[in-house]
């Protein structure tokens, strides 16, 4: 069973600074393909940033490009994602997740990638 526990969600105001972090085992950041995922009410989940196993490369979308990274501390077993110069529109639930197969195509996060989420943290960001 993958356990992935977010957390670090708030209220910013735009142009602020945020970092999620998504608690889950040594053995799910080494063998899995890891991402964070948001959706916004009537919108699509939509995939911002992701990881190969062991983290070697990432993928980011062109939405969040130069704002957002991924980093890991593997002492404690956690993917974070370093959210900078947040706007309004990333307002949304942000989801941790973990799965196999292809964690990444040249321009997309494929959603069917992954099987296993957390329950997601809330970040508002108010203009």
């Known amino acids: 069973v993958v356990r992935l526990v977010e957390s670090g969600g708030g209220s910013v105001q735009a142009g602020g600074s945020l970092t999620l972090s998504c608690a889950t085992s040594?053995?799910?950041?080494?063998?899995?393909?890891m991402a964070w995922f948001r959706q916004a009410p009537g919108k699509e989940r939509e995939g911002v940033a992701a990881?190969?196993?062991?983290?070697?490369?990432?993928h980011y979308s062109d939405s969040v490009k130069d704002r957002f990274s991924l980093s890991r501390d593997s002492a404690k077993s956690t993917l974070y994602l370093h959210m900078n110069n947040l706007k309004p529109e990333d307002t949304a639930m942000y989801y941790c997740?973990?799965?196999?197969?292809?964690?990444?195509?040249?321009?997309?996060?494929?959603?069917?990638?992954?099987?296993?989420w957390g329950r997601g943290t809330q970040v508002t960001v108010s203009s």
């Open positions: 040594e053995d799910t950041l080494r063998s899995m393909c």
């Open positions: 997740a973990a799965g196999e197969d292809t964690c990444y195509y040249s321009n997309s996060i494929p959603l069917r990638t992954y099987y296993a």
């Open positions: 990881t190969l196993p062991g983290g070697s490369r990432t």
